[in-house]
């Protein structure tokens, strides 16, 4: 069975522009969640979708940051315009609808830099 | 939230058993404790979870006491390959969906 997929593994930006993140999940879960990784520290949960309805973006810096998953399986992660403190991992991860274990499965990651 | 806390790091002899503490006194009662470990360069990966009853899997054990307000992780014969950052969380339920926050984790180094 194929794991969740993201691309790029790698991207090196300037500062104000933009970038994007796509990441397909395992298929057929319905839950798909982003999590950023900071130098050092566990991931935090920037937005969490079920099918293609965003459930949780509390934490998703509107300003400059958005997402978007169309037809409920792959997802898009964009920044626009990127700042420096951006420069971190971006993590996928995608579950099965509630009522499963609770794990969840995680992407490698795209590791971001801004200069 | 029940939050956790966790040693930053611990050392651990290949072949010898990792036992990872995790704190996590204000826990309720509908919450699990998950364990997850991220592999440098690698996303997190689920290692085990439990609710009150001990449990084990191929690749652990957890051990909670039974106040539930702390559990551990045990590695019973660590291997290189086992160096990584443990992550001990609470399950929040939140509007009926699966919620996990992860804290900083415990860096393991298992040394030859």
């Known amino acids: 069975e194929a794991g969740v997929v993201q691309s790029p593994r790698y991207k090196i930006i300037e500062k104000k522009q933009p970038v994007a993140f796509w990441c397909n999940p395992i298929?057929?879960?319905?839950?798909l969640y982003w999590y950023l990784q900071n130098l050092g520290q566990g991931p935090e949960l920037l937005i969490r979708?079920?099918?293609?309805?965003?459930?949780?973006d509390s934490q998703l810096p509107k300003d400059r940051f958005s997402a978007e998953r169309l037809k409920g399986v792959d997802s898009t992660l964009k920044i626009q315009p990127a700042e420096l403190g951006d420069s971190a991992v971006y993590l996928c991860?995608?579950?099965?609808?509630?009522?499963?274990?609770?794990?969840?499965?995680f992407g490698e990651g795209s590791r971001l830099t801004v200069l | 939230d029940a939050k956790t806390t966790q040693p930053p790091s611990m050392d651990c002899a290949e072949g010898r058993a990792a036992n990872l503490p995790c704190n996590h006194s204000?826990?309720?009662?509908?919450?699990?404790v998950y364990w997850y470990r991220q592999i440098h360069s690698q996303g997190p990966q689920y290692i085990i979870h439990?609710?009150?009853n001990n449990e084990t899997n191929e690749m652990a054990s957890l051990i909670i006491t039974e106040d539930r307000k702390s559990s551990t992780l045990i590695l019973p014969h660590a291997t290189l390959r086992d160096t990584a950052v443990y992550y001990c969380?609470?399950?929040?339920?939140?509007?009926?969906?699966?919620?996990?926050?992860f804290g900083a984790g415990t860096r393991l180094a298992v040394h030859p």
């Open positions: 991860a995608s579950s099965p609808r509630e009522g499963s274990t609770g794990e969840l499965f």
């Open positions: 298929s057929g879960h319905n839950t």
């Open positions: 979708y079920e099918n293609e309805e965003a459930v949780d």
């Open positions: 439990g609710l009150k």
């Open positions: 204000t826990i309720s009662g509908n919450e699990y």
């Open positions: 969380i609470v399950r929040l339920r939140s509007g009926g969906y699966n919620k996990l926050i």
